[in-house]
């Protein structure tokens, strides 16, 4: 019995300090299993897609169907809709003294008035056939943008006007730009009467300084004469020898003091004159370039003519548009129905 209790004391013993191993490394396990699981959710999601193609190949009729519908009604709508051309004009905004006579936001809101859409739409009445009916949708008909610049400081803008037919369209651009030529021509007109006020004013202004350089120039001539009489007069008197003859050749000698001092005056407004000469011509000088280079009333600079295609309705793009959405339809009415079939099961 010693000896058994003995032997199995000493199995215990060894059986406690011999490392315990499960078949394993204790850090390989983990990774087994991860690749086990990535390879079951795998499995699943190959399951899941072939359940998804499944159902779309079990009602790949119906889907054609739904896609076929979307594009017949598509097509029925795009061709029974009207056709719109579009005509543009570019115009050059005109300019006082290098100020643009209005910039493209104040057009647009000159374009919003109830009384200018009214004058658009009397324009356009008889050529288009146009009724009272028709006066909410002016604003629909012509549109206005900034155009491009050609770098030497003038300002374009383009309008476009749209309508059923090319011609129609030429007809309304054409009435827009009229108003706004109509428009800025008042303004213009306003501009260059102040414009020849202003010319008025400095061309009178040099009439009266020439008028005046006339009279003080004949001034300065008697002037002259007046000291070259007292000066011979002077002169006579040098040699006097009376008390009388002395008199009066002082005053004679105060007389040319005094007249040479008017000289210096009238020399002196002279030169002031001729200095306002100047000026006076080189204001309008200034003037006549402004009106020649740096004034101009607003034009048409590339005129409308009536467009060759259409901008609407564009009957590919709503036609792709219509089967892209009906095949999106389709596939969630595929599922939907499979579902509520299962559902019903």
Request: net charge negative; proline share 3%; with cysteine.
């Amino acid at each position: 019995m010693d000896n058994n209790e003995n032997k199995n004391y000493d199995n215990i013993h060894l059986n406690q300090n011999r490392p315990q191993y499960s078949g394993l490394p204790k850090e390989e396990k983990p990774k087994n299993e991860e690749k086990k699981h990535q390879e079951h959710h795998t499995d699943e999601d190959e399951i899941d897609l072939r359940d998804y193609i499944n159902v779309l190949l079990k009602r790949k009729w119906q889907i054609a169907i739904i896609f076929g519908i979307a594009v017949v009604i598509a097509g029925i709508i795009s061709f029974s809709m009207p056709l719109t051309f579009e005509a543009s004009n570019l115009v050059k905004v005109g300019s006082i003294k290098k100020i643009q006579l209005q910039n493209i936001d104040d057009i647009k809101s000159v374009f919003r008035r109830e009384t200018v859409l009214q004058q658009i739409r009397t324009k356009l009445q008889e050529p288009l056939g146009l009724t009272e009916t028709t006066t909410g949708t002016i604003s629909e008909m012509f549109s206005i943008k900034e155009g491009e610049n050609d770098g030497d400081q003038s300002v374009f803008i383009e309008i476009d006007g749209r309508a059923q037919t090319p011609e129609e369209a030429v007809e309304v651009v054409n009435a827009v730009t009229d108003i706004l030529l109509t428009y800025h021509g008042n303004i213009f007109a306003g501009a260059e009467k102040t414009f020849d006020v202003e010319m008025e004013t400095i061309t009178k202004s040099k009439e009266k300084c020439q008028k005046d350089i006339v009279k003080i120039t004949t001034d300065i001539a008697r002037v002259n004469s007046d000291i070259l009489k007292y000066e011979t007069e002077i002169n006579q008197r040098s040699s006097a020898s009376t008390e009388g003859q002395g008199r009066i050749a002082e005053s004679y000698i105060n007389l040319l003091a005094e007249t040479k001092d008017q000289k210096e005056n009238k020399e002196a407004q002279l030169l002031n004159l001729e200095q306002r000469l100047v000026m006076l011509d080189q204001e309008i000088q200034v003037k006549e370039n402004e009106r020649i280079y740096e004034t101009r009333s607003t034009e048409v600079e590339v005129p409308a003519i009536p467009p060759e295609t259409r901008i609407a309705p564009n009957r590919r793009q709503n036609v792709i548009i219509a089967g892209i959405l009906g095949i999106f339809i389709g596939v969630l009415y595929a599922f939907a129905a499979e579902y509520f079939s299962k559902e019903k099961a």
